[in-house]
């Protein structure tokens, strides 16, 4: 039978039966097409939801279950699962005629959406009027029975702290309180699989990482996150919160849509044993130091720190005692402390307000400032030399181009993504660190 411009020939009826479901493309669109009982099924291959390719998912009795988020949609109808029957993809009529399997592309059903209520998170961030707002973030790990002192609960209580007596609103979210999922790695599905708000959000009510996505971006001006620190690394909660908010940064690649702008994000830790503080950012050591010097406490925070106990030690050594029957003064007159200077790059009114903080903070910014300076630099020459190596690369992937078009519609991805993520496998490898090394096989397999 000829091919007409309703009936189109998408396949061997003998291929097409060997598996339950199979994404095929015909006349350059792409169908799913099921095979169950002896009879072919063929609906779209778009899912409904967010364009999951059905075809790549899984027959579940008669429905094909989408492979992103687990949508489901009748093998021949098209119609969604009981209950959901509006959500519908179109479906064709199939026939197989000498062995072949055709479907009447004019007499398609037509694909119909049920009106779902947009999730609350999903409103565009607005900033309603008010004081500065400031989120804390507790991500230590703890039994709630058996409550225990945490030294970056204490730091953050005493940022946020500090932070209303300076006439902000403030607001304290314990992760350890929440109940949240983890995340569930749909960005290693596709791309834009991983959605906002974050898929498991949006498909089940109980999970509480909705509060955090509340605050970070909706709610909050500036966030203070706060961790222990342990074998080296921050808390296990502070990993699985960093994971779910994944899809606040995907926004941007895949819709770009900004939806954390103009806000600050802070990080707090201590180590170990939870008492002196190691602050990884400079405004949180500055609103430590002030607060805790606000409290008037001691023996925890900045005043036990070694740089604060290093100057505090000079300015108050007591003069030296001249040997006796020595007629010359009794104590050498205390040498100046000279004044510590600023960042240079930083603004006049910072410059100024540095001016006011006491001598251990500044030190304490300068030193991390110039760590942050040193570190900058670095990684702008890693940029500048990615960027020189790269040239040849490119001039290799050039012919396989037409090969990366075709492929971003089934994987997700434009071209240039993948070609920036093969640019990044090759220079991990060249790079020789075994962290990286380890980390190629992951990277190529996204
Ligand atoms: S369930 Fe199909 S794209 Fe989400």
Redesign the pocket.
């Known amino acids: 039978m000829p091919e007409t411009e309703d009936w189109i020939d998408i396949g061997a009826a003998v291929e097409l039966s060997k598996q339950p479901l199979q994404q095929v493309r015909a006349g350059n669109r792409d169908f799913a097409v099921s095979f169950k009982d002896g009879q072919f099924g063929v609906i779209a291959n778009g899912?409904n939801?967010?364009?999951?390719p059905l075809g790549g998912g899984r027959l579940d009795g008669e429905y094909v279950t989408?492979p992103?988020?687990?949508?489901k949609f009748q093998r021949c109808t098209g119609l969604g699962e009981p209950g959901f029957e509006e959500d519908a993809v179109p479906s064709y009529p199939v026939k197989v005629e000498r062995s072949r399997v055709w479907i009447n592309l004019a007499a398609a059903t037509r694909r119909s959406r049920k009106p779902h209520d947009p999730h609350p998170l999903a409103r565009e961030p607005r900033r309603e009027p008010g004081p500065l707002r400031v989120a804390g973030i507790s991500t230590t790990v703890m039994d709630l029975n058996l409550p225990r002192f945490s030294g970056s609960d204490h730091l953050l209580e005493c940022a946020l702290k500090s932070a209303a007596e300076h006439g902000a609103e403030t607001k304290l979210i314990r992760l350890n309180e929440l109940k949240f999922r983890p995340c569930e790695g749909y960005y290693s599905k596709s791309a834009r699989?991983c959605t906002w708000p974050c898929s498991i959000t949006e498909m089940d009510k109980a999970d509480e990482m909705d509060r955090v996505y509340e605050a970070f971006v909706h709610w909050a001006d500036a966030v203070i996150v706060a961790s222990p620190i342990r074998w080296g690394a921050a808390s296990s909660l502070y990993f699985k919160m960093a994971e779910r908010l994944n899809c606040v940064q995907n926004a941007v690649t895949i819709n770009n849509r900004v939806l954390k702008q103009q806000k600050k994000v802070d990080m707090t830790d201590t180590p170990d044993a939870g008492v002196l503080p190691a602050a990884t950012d400079l405004d949180s050591i500055i609103t430590r130091a002030l607060a805790e010097r606000g409290d008037g406490e001691s023996g925890t925070g900045a005043k036990n720190s070694p740089a604060a106990t290093a100057s505090d030690a000079s300015a108050s050594e007591p003069a030296q005692v001249a040997p006796s029957g020595d007629p010359s003064p009794a104590a050498e007159p205390a040498s100046p402390m000279q004044p510590i200077e600023p960042p240079a790059r930083w603004t006049p009114d910072k410059k100024a307000a540095f001016a006011t903080w006491p001598r251990d903070v500044q030190e304490t910014v300068v030193a991390r400032n110039g760590e942050l300076e040193a570190d900058y630099t670095r990684k702008t020459q890693e940029a500048a030399d990615l960027r020189r190596t790269a040239e040849p690369l490119l001039k290799a992937i050039k012919p396989f181009e037409a090969y990366l078009n075709e492929l971003a519609p089934i994987i997700g991805q434009t071209p240039d993504t993948m070609i920036a993520s093969l640019l990044g496998v090759e220079y991990q490898l060249r790079k020789g660190d075994p962290h990286s090394y380890s980390l190629c096989p992951f990277n190529v397999s996204q």
């Open positions: 899912c939801h967010v364009g999951g989408c992103w988020h687990g949508w699989a």
